[in-house]
């Protein structure tokens, strides 16, 4: 009975933990994208592609295209401000774990486990420029296809630092019924490999 008791108190007391950490990586991360309108501006875009792609008239079409192009370039910009503002994050603060589920002090005490989140957004904003560049032979819905992937990894990024990667997986399947497999084969190729590196995936 009495262990039984001892690993109730331990699990409440690292769900209690868990939560405190959750919190504070929450309000940190929050602090920073508070200053832009990053979460408004992909919405704008991700919205504005379904109408583009719902569009029977190519003329209409092309037009919601063209309108989404200073959208894109605007997001892309703001959030290469973003990581700029949050590399000066140190780096203990910055860590996330590679642990499929959220475990408290992990990223203090084993540090070999976790990687810096401060990488892992300098990576996405180079993804996010280059799949926002305007090129005249790129098709838009291509555009629009590999910038929505790099967008939703970025996000899914922001998750796992959050919460967990199992979360932010979920969180990116829910919201976009889009899997975390099917994200990674969509960014480009350079996204994926570093991201693949950094991650230890």
Known sequence: MDIFV??????IGMQVFKRREQAQRIALLGSYLGKFQIEKLMQEVLGGYQRALGEADPQRQAQVWRHLEATEQTLSE?????????????????????????????????PASTLDLRKLLSLHAHGISQAAQNKPAQPAKRKAFRLSAELMLMQHSCHWFCRSKMVASARLLGRHQTTYAQVLDAVAPSTRQTYLQLTGN
């Open 78 to 110: 703001q959030f290469n401000r973003f990581v700029l503002e949050f590399a000066k994050v140190p780096e203990p603060e910055a860590r996330l774990s590679r642990l499929p589920l959220a475990l408290p002090f992990v990223t203090q005490y084993v």
């Open 6 to 11: 001892f690993i109730i108190l331990l699990a």
